[in-house]
């Protein structure tokens, strides 16, 4: 499938928020192209970059004339405009309700957790890494419940949900989180993995 006037994403592609963009567009099948920012040596503060999204995070995405930013939103809009059965984003307001639950902690456990983990301990950056390891080990304690009870969060099928959880989950080990005691979210990491078009996150070097 492609866009009528192409689609760029500009992205970093050790960020696991760009990872989940990006996968959004490989599992809908969208011919684009992945522009990599510099963030090392400051790309998303140039003004540029601060043109399509003043907060300069990655990642960002160009469908034509149109622009979105943030990744959970990138998500949104993906699955609204080229999903029409609406697999990735249901319709049904108790369904859309409850993948939009799984968005949020795409914003608040999942990035307080794993992803800052992993951000400490890899790139350096200031801050609690214990505190981090905590709250990741809590979410994966939520994870495991929620995945014994069926294969994606959200029910028997693959939606948004899972793809805002899973790029810092599956890379958390890098954070110093362990996945050992965690079966059925490992088992959820594999579903994903085994769906057509998937791309994987890239393991930090």
């Given at each position: 499938?492609?866009?009528?006037?192409?689609?760029?994403?500009?992205?970093?592609?050790?960020?696991?928020?760009?990872h989940?963009a990006?996968?959004m567009l490989r599992?809908?099948?969208l011919?684009?192209?992945?522009?990599?920012?510099?963030?090392?040596?400051?790309?998303?503060?140039?003004?540029?970059?601060?043109?399509?999204?003043?907060?300069?995070?990655?990642?960002v995405?160009?469908?034509?004339?149109i622009v979105?930013?943030?990744?959970?939103?990138?998500?949104?809009?993906?699955?609204?405009r080229?999903?029409?059965?609406?697999?990735?984003?249901?319709?049904?307001?108790?369904?859309a309700?409850?993948?939009?639950r799984?968005?949020?902690?795409?914003?608040?456990?999942?990035?307080?957790?794993?992803?800052?983990?992993?951000?400490?301990?890899?790139?350096?950056?200031?801050?609690?890494?214990?505190?981090?390891?905590?709250?990741?080990?809590?979410?994966?304690?939520?994870?495991?419940?929620?995945?014994?009870r069926?294969?994606?969060l959200?029910?028997?099928q693959a939606?948004?949900?899972?793809?805002?959880?899973?790029?810092?989950v599956?890379?958390?080990?890098?954070?110093?989180?362990?996945?050992?005691?965690?079966?059925a979210?490992?088992?959820?990491?594999?579903?994903?993995?085994?769906?057509?078009g998937?791309?994987?996150?890239?393991?930090?070097?």
């Amino acid at each position: 499938m492609t866009s009528d006037q192409g689609i760029t994403l500009h992205g970093f592609k050790p960020s696991g928020h760009s990872h989940r963009a990006e996968l959004m567009l490989r599992l809908l099948d969208l011919s684009y192209e992945f522009n990599t920012v510099d963030l090392r040596g400051g790309a998303q503060r140039t003004p540029t970059f601060l043109a399509m999204n003043p907060f300069g995070t990655v990642p960002v995405l160009e469908d034509g004339d149109i622009v979105v930013a943030d990744s959970v939103a990138i998500l949104v809009y993906l699955a609204t405009r080229y999903d029409p059965a609406r697999r990735w984003l249901p319709t049904d307001p108790v369904q859309a309700a409850k993948v939009q639950r799984w968005l949020s902690v795409a914003q608040g456990p999942v990035f307080n957790g794993p992803a800052t983990a992993r951000i400490i301990k890899l790139f350096g950056r200031p801050g609690d890494h214990q505190r981090a390891v905590a709250v990741a080990q809590e979410l994966l304690k939520i994870l495991e419940s929620e995945l014994l009870r069926h294969p994606f969060l959200v029910g028997e099928q693959a939606t948004l949900a899972d793809i805002a959880i899973y790029s810092y989950v599956a890379r958390a080990p890098e954070g110093d989180v362990a996945l050992d005691d965690f079966t059925a979210v490992r088992a959820w990491l594999a579903r994903l993995e085994a769906l057509p078009g998937f791309l994987a996150m890239p393991v930090a070097g």
